[in-house]
Structures are given as structure tokens and as C-alpha cells.
């Protein structure tokens, strides 16, 4: 059974990189069969795809956020990462990684992690 | 369009069927994937492909498109099916992005 895990710290100062990990087990992040992508949600609002990253380290980000994100991995930690540079309070959100499979006409996100709250305060 | 638009909001008697929409340029190209989730919890897929449940899922839960309309149906709605619902496509310029719509808050009464 595959599951996901964020890690990182809850609290991040406005201005501040955001930086959370996502730990991979039950299955291999270099299968060349799935996507890894970063999601996040708003308290009390709805979803939002940040970008992906392939086992090859080919990335797609969100155009709304692609000047200010960097998601990046590492296959022999089984591992992929998510920086958001100068954040503000409007990047207070839980965030989730999900793996993506499918392709051609159908993607889906078939396996998620539990979600990181993460707040920007100061 | 990179849009998906939802119902915000839709009810059901408890045993009846339900419908929840998700319309977008995109859905003319791929099809949607629809996703449960309850308060507190991380999304759980339900519907993918052209009609496809993840095993675990009951099988009240089907989906279906037609032209830029993807629909998610309960048959016989549950109290455990109050949920929120979303669904995801991507872009329908042919690009990489993924987009998901506002959600539908399904309360069962």
C-alpha cells in the first residue's frame, strides 16, 4: 500500500521560503508510471494544484505560482520537495502531496497524503 | 479555459439519487476525476477515467460525460456520502496544467 507523508515546519514568517518534503513507502517514486504533485487548500476554501515533478526531475508548475515555486526530488530518499519563496498570509493553507497515474485523456490522484497545516505569521 | 465550474452546493434525501456537475472546455478533451472529502480529512479519489471506482469504493458512485459536462451520481445516497466533492481535469489548451473545480457541499437529509 503506497503512502505519503509532508514534513516540514507549520509556521513560516511572511517573506519567508516555505519548504515541506513528501516521504514516499510502499512504492517506488522512480517508477516512470506516475506524476508527484503538490496541492494545497485554503482554510475553508477549496483545491489548489501547485505542479508536479517527474522521477526524472521534469517539473510543471501552476502558472499562478510558477515565479515563486521550486519542486524538486530526491529518488534515493524516495522523496520530493516543495519551496514557495516569499510567502504571505495568503499562502496559509493545508498542504498536500498526491501521485498522480493515468495519462493521455485521464489523470487522477490516487493516493494523498494526510495534509501539513502550514500558517505564514509573523 | 482552465476553469472548472461547480454547484456550491447540493442536497439529497437520504436513500435517493444525486448528481453533482462539473462543467469546462477541458472536459470536451479529458475526463474528470472526482474526489470525497469529509472536514478534517485529505481527498479521497471516487471516480477516474471514463467510469472508473478505485477499489474500496461502493458502487454507488458512478460517473459519466458529455460534451463539457462531467456529472458524478449517487445512487441511493448514504449519510456517510455528506461530503465535500470536487472534481479535477486539466487545461484544455493541451498543456500540463491540472485544475480543480470549487467543490459541491453534499449535505443528505
Known amino acids: 500500500q503506497v503512502q505519503l507523508q509532508e514534513s516540514g515546519p507549520g509556521l513560516v514568517k511572511p517573506s519567508q521560503t516555505l519548504s515541506l518534503t513528501c516521504t514516499v513507502s510502499?512504492?517506488?517514486?522512480?517508477?516512470?508510471?506516475?506524476?508527484w504533485s503538490w496541492i494545497r487548500q485554503p482554510p475553508g476554501k477549496g483545491l489548489e494544484w501547485i505542479g508536479y515533478?517527474?522521477?526524472?526531475?521534469?517539473?510543471y508548475y501552476n502558472p499562478s505560482l510558477k515565479s515563486r515555486v521550486t519542486i524538486s526530488v530526491d529518488t534515493s530518499k524516495n522523496q520530493f520537495s516543495l519551496k514557495l519563496s516569499s510567502v504571505t498570509a495568503a499562502d496559509t493553507a493545508v498542504y498536500y502531496c498526491?501521485?498522480?497515474?493515468?495519462?493521455?485523456?485521464?489523470?487522477?490522484?490516487?493516493?494523498w497524503g494526510q495534509g501539513t497545516l502550514v500558517t505564514v505569521s509573523s | 479555459s482552465s476553469e472548472l465550474t461547480q454547484d456550491p452546493a447540493v442536497s439529497v434525501a437520504l436513500g435517493q439519487t444525486v448528481r453533482i456537475t462539473c462543467q469546462g472546455d477541458s472536459l470536451r478533451s479529458y475526463y474528470a476525476s472526482w474526489y470525497q472529502q469529509k472536514p478534517g480529512q485529505a481527498p479521497v479519489l471516487v471516480i477516474y477515467g471514463k467510469n472508473n471506482r478505485p477499489s474500496g469504493i461502493p458502487d454507488r458512485f458512478s460517473g459519466s460525460s458529455s460534451g463539457n459536462t462531467a456529472s458524478l451520481t449517487i445512487t441511493g445516497a448514504q449519510a456517510e456520502d455528506e461530503a465535500d466533492y470536487y472534481c479535477n481535469s486539466r487545461d484544455s489548451s493541451g498543456n500540463h496544467l491540472r485544475v480543480f473545480g470549487g467543490g459541491t457541499k453534499l449535505t443528505v437529509l
Open positions: 510502499g512504492g517506488s517514486i522512480s517508477s516512470g508510471d506516475y506524476y
Open positions: 498526491a501521485r498522480e497515474a493515468g495519462g493521455r485523456k485521464e489523470d487522477y490522484f490516487d493516493y
Open positions: 515533478i517527474y522521477y526524472s526531475g521534469s517539473t
